[in-house]
């Protein structure tokens, strides 16, 4: 089976612009949760979705939002970004909720 | 609160010599534990869950409820295992919703 998939790869957006990121999990896989990854921070856990509801949001602003789709694949989306959100973006999926994940490849964004 | 600790950025080791990282924890209901391993320029993969038991690349993980802890042992380091290892715990919520906390990291760097 294919892994996890993420795109894009790598982002470069200024302060105040919004952007889109995309996760496809693996085959059958119909949870997947979204991570961030930053030098200071470590991963940090931002929503969870499965069968197209989010069903866990982690502590951060509302900014940050996602989605997921009918085929699972998810989108999450940050507004008005800030420096502070340049991070790898981190997408893992798994077949059920409590079952175990597994993460893609991820995406690095920087915030200019 | 929910909470994993490791308490070593960097754990530096000969080859052929004993590897052991640390990872305790903090949760109020019964813990469900990995590790995560990351080699260089590879996504986060799993190496192993406590509740499978299982040895990988040599690799074992016991839990002990007593002292909160469930470290990564191996009794002989390779250069090949040297890479970022993250310990998570899934802590689970009213409802099934659930999410992995990760520590910090452990960055073993194994020398010829």
């Known amino acids: 089976k294919a892994g996890v998939t993420q795109t894009p790869r790598y982002l470069i957006k200024t302060r105040g612009q919004q952007v889109t990121l995309s996760c496809s999990p693996i085959?059958?896989?119909?949870?997947v949760s979204w991570y961030q990854q930053t030098p200071g921070q470590g991963l940090q856990f931002l929503f969870e979705?499965?069968?197209?509801?989010?069903?866990n949001k982690g502590n951060f602003p509302g900014r940050f939002s996602g989605r997921q789709f009918s085929n699972s694949r998810s989108e999450m989306n940050v507004s008005t970004l800030e420096l502070g959100d340049s991070a790898l973006y981190l997408c893992?999926?798994?077949?059920?909720?409590?079952?175990?994940?597994?993460f893609g490849p991820g995406t690095r964004l920087l915030v200019l | 609160a929910q909470r994993v600790t490791q308490p070593e950025k960097l754990l530096s080791v000969f080859k052929g010599a004993p590897v052991e990282l640390k990872c305790n924890y903090s949760?109020?209901?019964?813990?469900?534990l990995f590790w995560y391993v990351q080699y260089s320029r590879q996504r986060l993969q799993l190496l192993l869950r406590?509740?499978s038991r299982e040895s990988i690349k040599g690799f074992t993980a016991d839990l002990n409820k007593g002292e909160t802890s469930f470290h990564l042992k191996k009794p002989f380091a390779q250069e090949e295992d040297s890479a970022m290892y993250y310990c998570?715990?899934?802590?689970?919520?009213?409802?099934?919703?659930?999410?992995?906390?990760f520590g910090a990291g452990t960055r073993l760097a194994v020398h010829p």
């Open positions: 979705y499965f069968s197209e509801t989010q069903r």
């Open positions: 949760y109020s209901g019964s813990p469900e």
């Open positions: 406590h509740i």
């Open positions: 893992a999926s798994s077949s059920l909720p409590w079952e175990t994940q597994y």
């Open positions: 998570a715990l899934r802590a689970m919520f009213s409802g099934g919703y659930n999410k992995l906390i």
């Open positions: 085959s059958g896989h119909r949870s």
